[in-house]
């Protein structure tokens, strides 16, 4: 092997196209085996495609009328690389009920280094634009300890620690003290 093998050339490099084409087909095959009666869509594909790609993919589905479009890549939020996120936003509804906004809000005006609202978080975290997610911070920890997702019908769901309740917040805000404190002793 030659020192000129090792050069990469013009000819070596993808087309930007056919990524573009399969990064697609991919955010496709994971929606197909998604609910579709959801307001608000996160699509994680295995591969991590360049910014000129992720840039047409909102492009695209902005041009067919989604609300709100966002295409990350993990490397891009600090994250494991590999990864290629999209977050598709049917409105700007807030399916939150008044009173949880208020309570959840207070947690995060009492804790500000421990929870946010996802399009809030000044962690980076790719996975939190949604105005109708908390993130939960805990020190120690490459990205978020947790993510909770409030859904229409009135569920919490936490993407990490499986929690799932209805028409309560206690546990929720449990955790946001428990990690508060936590936060606090870290050395």
Not at 5 to 23: A, Q
Request: a negative charge.
């Amino acid at each position: 092997m030659t020192t000129m093998d090792l050069i990469v050339k013009p000819e070596d490099m993808g087309n930007s196209l056919n990524k573009l084409e399969e990064c697609l087909s991919k955010i496709k095959e994971r929606f197909d085996s998604q609910d579709q009666d959801q307001e608000y869509y996160h699509i994680a594909i295995v591969g991590e495609y360049n910014r000129k790609v992720c840039d047409e993919v909102e492009k695209l589905y902005t041009k067919v009328g989604w609300y709100k479009v966002k295409c990350s890549t993990s490397s891009e939020n600090g994250e494991r690389p590999g990864l290629t996120g999209l977050h598709l936003y049917k409105s700007d509804n807030d399916i939150l009920p008044p009173r949880w906004r208020e309570e959840i809000q207070a947690m995060m005006d009492k804790y500000p280094e421990t929870a946010w609202w996802g399009d809030k978080s000044p962690k980076g975290f790719w996975s939190t634009t949604s105005p109708n997610h908390v993130v939960v911070f805990e020190k120690g920890i490459k990205g978020p300890a947790e993510h909770f997702i409030f859904k229409e019908d009135g569920m919490v769901h936490g993407n990490y620690t499986g929690y799932k309740d209805k028409h309560t917040l206690q546990p929720f805000k449990d955790l946001i003290v428990k990690a508060a404190h936590h936060n606090l002793n870290w050395k």
